[in-house]
């Protein structure tokens, strides 16, 4: 299978612990990006990486919430500290380089959902 | 920013019928509007997509239509099956600085009743 994949994809924790996530993209999807879901909503944005660059992060991104992308190939998101408000689902994709007119298709993982006790 | 409106929360259909969703959006730049598919457990799959070049585009059972004026666009599955049971997400796409960040409607639960 060559889609998105993503690890765990259940992950659950005690308030206060830190927990790390990871994303493998579509291999030479140059652009992976991290979502956050809950209930009833649709993907928020949490950030994006072009390559190993990380070029933009949402409000949402508060300063206990870290990602990673080191050699431009797989990602991870970490949280520390975890709140209860932090139980959702996060969720990986990935688009194809920008040039050849598909760039702005995003493929999605099937998610890591985090439930803080 | 962008906001994306999604329309209804939940539609309820009989197997066979049609089912349409609609959205609206506000941000002028944006020009391209993904539809996916998310079943319970799993992440949005990409169903169709359209460009703010062209109005309409068909895929089997799926259309996407495009106002650019009104800003808004609709996703309509004809023949409707159980299988098509899920809830569909809209979403609006701005062009430039290649990041193309969607944003995404609330979603709507499609339950295709046999």
């Known amino acids: 299978d060559t889609g998105v994949s993503q690890n765990p994809r259940h992950k659950i924790t005690k308030r206060g612990q830190n927990v790390t996530f990871r994303c493998d993209p579509i291999?030479?999807?140059?652009?992976l990006y991290w979502y956050r879901q809950t209930l009833g909503q649709g993907p928020e944005f949490l950030t994006y990486?072009?390559?190993?660059?990380?070029?933009?992060k949402s409000r949402l991104l508060s300063d206990r919430f870290s990602a990673e992308r080191p050699k431009g190939s797989f990602s991870t998101l970490e949280i520390q500290r975890t709140e209860q408000g932090d139980s959702a689902m996060y969720l990986c994709a990935s688009n194809p380089p920008a040039s050849g007119g598909a760039g702005d298709t995003q493929y999605f993982g099937p998610g890591t959902r985090l439930t803080v006790l | 920013g962008e906001n994306v409106e999604q329309h209804p929360s939940t539609l309820s259909v009989q197997e066979g019928d049609s089912a349409v969703i609609k959205c609206t959006y506000s941000?002028?730049?944006?020009?391209?509007f993904p539809w996916y598919k998310q079943e319970l457990g799993k992440g949005p799959q990409l169903i169709i997509d359209?460009?703010?070049n062209v109005g309409e585009k068909k895929d089997q059972r799926i259309a996407v239509t495009l106002n650019k004026t009104a800003k808004h666009f609709s996703l309509h599955i004809t023949e409707t099956q159980p299988e098509d049971s899920a809830v569909y997400f809209c979403a609006a796409t701005p062009w430039g600085g290649g990041s193309y960040i969607p944003t995404f409607g609330r979603g709507t639960s499609l339950i295709v009743h046999p």
């Open positions: 359209i460009r703010s």
């Open positions: 990486f072009q390559n190993e660059a990380q070029l933009e």
């Open positions: 291999s030479e999807h140059n652009r």
């Open positions: 941000d002028s730049a944006s020009n391209y």
